[in-house]
């Protein structure tokens, strides 16, 4: 019998980049997202982070799912592995489509997540390191003595070896995950997810290691993460457009 965790069925990345984004709605209340969905009809996948989730609940996931959208949960779970089982199991009841884990969590919190997740559509997503650390926090505050890359490379390659469909991490460490991750069992790519996405001209604020929506795609990212610059912008359907136009030249 195969020690290896339990795998889903591989689903191919979207070929149309604007596909490929992933709009952070990072909002206070179920009306400013809603607002902010409805100006947006354009945008077929949303991040749902911790700030929304535990302000509104379930009932925003509810709401999105109704108005057909894509759902990334990001809430970075990272407990003991019954607790993070449970947890995902959850919310694979409500269908989302990407649910986040922290790497640190270990082994057996990965298995144990994922195995919950083997017969839905929820994929999950290891967090390798948040983007707003630097390499010298990860040295002096964390003390962990491994290079950013080589930190990032470790936690990715055990999200992997667990079963998990993807990562989360800075569009800094793409290329070098890419040229190092294995293809996985079914000969599917890693899946990669970048935050720390800025437009040329943007303002980098809390992301310490950012790059452009084009620049993250041709490192390999399969899917980039969005928010103030296209949420807080004077006007947030322009912004869009923008990046979409960005990304088709």
Not at 199 to 210: L, W
Request: include cysteine; proline fraction near 7%.
């Amino acid at each position: 019998m195969s020690n290896q965790p339990a795998t889903q069925p591989e689903k191919s990345e979207p070929t149309n980049l604007q596909e490929r984004i992933i709009v952070a709605i990072d909002v206070p209340t179920i009306d400013a997202a809603l607002a902010l969905c409805d100006r947006l009809p354009q945008v077929g996948f949303w991040k749902v982070g911790l700030e929304l989730f535990v302000s509104t609940g379930a009932e925003i996931l509810t709401e999105l799912k109704q108005r057909q959208k894509k759902i990334f949960l990001d809430l970075k779970l990272h407990d003991i592995p019954n607790t993070v089982a449970a947890a995902t199991r959850a919310a694979v009841k409500y269908e989302v489509d990407f649910l986040t884990v922290h790497a640190v969590g270990g082994r057996n919190m990965l298995k144990a997540a994922q195995a919950e997740v083997v017969d839905s559509n929820t994929r999950l997503l290891a967090i390798t390191l948040l983007t707003s650390l630097s390499s010298r926090e990860l040295a002096f505050d964390l003390k962990i003595p491994l290079e950013l890359p080589e930190y990032a490379l470790q936690m990715a390659l055990m999200a992997q070896d667990c079963g998990l469909y993807g990562a989360v991490c800075s569009p800094l460490e793409v290329s070098g995950l890419r040229s190092l991750l294995p293809p996985n069992p079914t000969g599917a790519e890693f899946g990669l997810v970048t935050p720390g996405i800025r437009p040329a001209g943007s303002e980098q604020g809390d992301q310490r290691r950012t790059m452009t929506p084009a620049q993250a795609i041709a490192a390999g990212a399969s899917y980039l993460v969005i928010g103030r610059p296209i949420t807080q912008a004077e006007d947030p359907a322009a912004a869009w457009q923008e990046i979409c136009a960005q990304l088709s030249n």
